[in-house]
């Protein structure tokens, strides 16, 4: 399978830890906003199932990755409204994606290669809202991984993180 | 000193709860980790993230004293379960032991604060990298 150049080149800083050009920067920003959410088909987390149980919500064991992260933003973390869809969630990653303030991160979690979008929250109706908004794209899955809202950089690029570099 | 005046009690709940899923969902991907492939392991320690941060948020509120009594025993009990599930952690988080004592005392755990024994399940080969820490070489040359 051909890797697209833009994932190549977000490799290529992040084995390097090579500082992005405005061009460069621009392109992945671009490239990044227009990919799907992970959809992998896999287990629902205990923690999302339980506390769905309390609520007399019951969801299969397995289901698409994109699906259970809707749940837990909307029902455990109550970052994102009722009645959220997977496609109004992947919309506000997008645009946090494409914020002109958003800083770039380009990092390893647990060994695999990252980079992340930390931009300003825009969400106004979340019950328990954060600062910002944080996005985590891999190139090698050629998609995003998750997305939630942050307090920060220094917040949410922590545990399992590494070779961190700014690019924005 | 960053501003923790934006959290409620409403949100600290919510905090501990999501710290609380955690420590057992340690185990439980722990248990299912040899049935995985590589990319949904990948994805189901991607959907931790905000969960160690709501832990790093607690550390935070917990030394700033606006925890309550109740809310800090919640922690360190909380505390004291992820220490026991150590090589889960390990497993699914490859957080060593020493890695993880540090993370708690560098955030702040009211398991300091407390006399009783601390409870805590490991492998020979996580103590072995403990003793192999620099210092303790230094202390036993």
Redesign the interface.
Same mark, same amino acid.
């Given at each position: 399978m051909t890797t697209h150049p833009i994932n190549s080149l977000i490799l290529e800083l992040v084995s390097t830890k090579r500082l992005a050009t405005v061009t460069e920067i621009e392109a992945i920003s671009s490239h990044v906003a227009q990919a799907p959410f992970?959809s992998?088909l896999? $287990?629902v987390?205990?923690?999302?199932r339980?506390?769905l149980d309390k609520k007399s919500l019951t969801v299969p064991a397995k289901l698409p990755?994109v699906e259970? $992260?809707v749940l837990?933003r909307v029902y455990?973390? *109550?970052q994102w409204s009722l009645g959220t869809t997977p496609v109004q969630y992947v919309a506000d990653l997008r645009q946090a994606i494409l914020h002109p303030q958003a800083e770039i991160w380009t990092y390893r979690?647990?060994h *695999?290669p990252a980079i992340a979008f930390i931009a300003p929250s825009h969400l106004r109706n979340a019950p328990?809202p954060e600062r910002f908004l944080?996005v985590?794209y891999?190139p090698n899955?050629a998609s995003l991984? &998750?997305g939630?809202q &942050?307090?920060g950089a220094a917040?949410?690029l #922590?545990? #399992?993180c590494q070779d961190l570099r700014q690019h924005r | 000193m960053m501003d923790l005046s934006q959290y409620n009690q409403e949100t600290i709940i919510t905090f501990l709860q999501s710290y609380e899923g955690l420590t057992q969902d340690v185990v439980w991907l722990s248990d299912e980790w040899a049935t995985m492939t590589a990319t949904e392991r990948h994805l189901q320690q991607a959907a931790l993230m905000p969960c160690w941060e709501k832990r790093t948020m607690l550390g935070q509120l917990y030394q700033a004293k606006r925890l309550s009594p109740a809310q800090i025993e919640q922690l360190q009990n909380l505390d004291q379960q992820l220490l026991e599930h150590a090589i889960a952690v390990e497993l699914v988080c490859q957080l060593p032991l020493a890695e993880l004592v540090r993370y708690l005392l560098k955030i702040g755990t009211p398991l300091t604060q407390q006399p009783a024994p601390v409870r805590i399940e490991t492998t020979m080969t996580a103590l072995a990298e403990l003793v192999n820490q620099p210092q303790w070489v230094a202390v036993g040359a």
């Open positions: 992970a992998y896999s $287990h987390p205990q923690r999302i339980q506390a990755s259970w $992260h837990e455990l973390d *109550e979690y647990y *695999e328990k944080f985590s891999n899955f991984t &998750t939630y &942050t307090h917040f949410a #922590g545990m #399992g | -």
